[in-house]
């Protein structure tokens, strides 16, 4: 079964940088799309990005576009999300996730991280 485990998440200051990983162990990677995700307090989970198994194809929230990068080394077991020019509103629990398609839907996922913390303070 796959296992997912974030890391890389902190606090930043506004306008800052951080670079999520996202590290798979049980199955191989390349088998899976990948996308991540957040979730802040009292809100939805939502989708931020994705990845296809291969990295040729990748999709980005409008409200993170320009700002954020999804990448991926499969000989690593690892997929990467950096966050530039980070906001308050970026505040959340960054969560990745493995299935079949890469989306920005929850539902279409079926293995998930515990989740990284990331604060942006104003």
């Known amino acids: 079964q796959l296992q997912l485990v974030e890391s890389g998440g902190g606090l930043v200051q506004y306008g800052g940088s951080l670079r999520l990983s996202c590290a798979a162990s049980?199955?191989?990677?390349?088998?899976?799309?990948i996308g991540w995700f957040r979730q802040a307090p009292g809100k939805e989970r939502e989708g931020v990005s994705c990845i296809s198994s291969s990295g040729g194809f990748t999709n980005v929230a409008d409200s993170v576009k320009g700002r954020f990068t999804i990448s991926r080394d499969n000989a690593k077991r690892t997929v990467y999300l950096q966050m530039n020019s980070l906001k308050p509103e970026d505040t959340a629990t960054y969560y990745c996730?493995?299935?079949?398609?890469?989306?920005?839907?929850?539902?279409?996922?079926?293995?998930w991280g515990q989740g990284t913390q990331v604060t942006v303070s104003a």
């Open positions: 996730a493995a299935g079949r398609y890469c989306s920005l839907q929850v539902n279409e996922y079926v293995f």
């Open positions: 049980g199955v191989t990677l390349d088998l899976y799309r």
